[in-house]
């Protein structure tokens, strides 16, 4: 479905990506792990338009998107989080769903105020809402929101983009015990409907959900496969990524 072939990217004279190349395949949930500097988020945002890359090739379902703007890239489908959330804070949940649907992408910004007077389209964002846990909060804004909350509703506001990718940046960053476990069933739900590629720095919960992890260190792809067969890799069992549980 998706396939990055030797990316290569340079900031000045940090080499941060090297020669990586990807597969994500359809209706499957691929990983992406590795320690702080290994080059996961430079990599996500070359995927989905953030950044170009200097050398190397991206393609999503047989076409050339290398160097498309992120825009571009969400239009043919594909959607994404970020390990610093990207709320509007001072709408509410139900708002910050709306505005990153197809009709307001498509016509603006200003047309949330008559989009918010459409059923259809009110019916679709309440039922992005219904699918993180947070139909409920629906009137509730964002900031108000407690942090495992907005974590999920950064995820609704994904899913609202109708995505056939859906691209997630360490989605449990900063959660406690409780709120992964909520996250972790979420994910666990959305991998029946929606391809999904997942940057995560807990080895046990990536392990615990992913079909198919890479493994990134030093700007490179060091090794990949099954959690069953990174299990058995002794490297990542010597490595200092974490513990596999």
């Known amino acids: 479905m998706f396939e990055a072939s030797h990316l290569h990217k340079r900031?000045?004279?940090?080499?941060?990506?090297?020669?990586?190349?990807?597969?994500f395949?359809?209706?499957?949930?691929?990983?992406?792990?590795?320690?702080?500097?290994?080059?996961k988020t430079t990599c996500f945002n070359l995927l989905t338009g953030?950044?170009?890359?200097?050398?190397?090739?991206?393609?999503?379902?047989?076409?050339?998107?290398?160097?498309?703007?992120?825009?571009?890239?969400?239009?043919?489908?594909?959607s994404?989080?970020?390990?610093?959330?990207?709320?509007?804070d001072e709408y509410s949940a139900?708002?910050?769903?709306l505005?990153?649907?197809?009709?307001?992408?498509r016509r603006g910004f200003a047309a949330l105020a008559d989009l918010s007077r459409d059923r259809a389209v009110l019916a679709r964002a309440r039922e992005q809402l219904a699918r993180v846990g947070l139909e409920a909060r629906a009137a509730v804004r964002a900031k108000d929101l407690s942090y495992g909350e907005r974590r999920a509703l950064e995820i609704g506001v994904g899913l609202a983009a109708e995505p056939r990718l859906l691209f997630l940046d360490e989605p449990t960053a900063g959660l406690g015990t409780e709120g992964m476990a909520r996250i972790a069933q979420l994910i666990a739900e959305l991998k029946s409907s929606i391809t999904l590629v997942m940057i995560e720095?807990?080895?046990?919960?990536?392990?615990?959900l992913a079909d198919h992890i890479y493994v990134m260190h030093w700007?490179?792809?060091?090794?990949?496969?099954?959690p069953a067969t990174l299990r058995a890799n002794p490297w990542v069992r010597r490595s200092n990524l974490g513990e596999l549980g």
């Open 11 to 23: 900031f000045g004279a940090h080499v941060v990506l090297e020669d990586v190349s990807l597969r």
């Open 80 to 88: 994404r989080s970020f390990q610093i959330m990207n709320l509007f």
């Open 50 to 78: 953030r950044y170009a890359p200097d050398r190397g090739r991206v393609t999503f379902e047989g076409r050339d998107i290398t160097g498309l703007p992120p825009r571009a890239i969400a239009r043919l489908g594909i």
């Open 219 to 226: 700007g490179q792809v060091i090794a990949e496969g099954a």
């Open 99 to 105: 505005v990153a649907t197809p009709g307001v992408r």
């Open 201 to 208: 720095h807990d080895m046990k919960f990536l392990f615990g």
């Open 94 to 97: 139900l708002d910050n769903v």
């Open 25 to 39: 395949a359809a209706g499957r949930l691929t990983g992406i792990m590795g320690p702080n500097g290994a080059g």
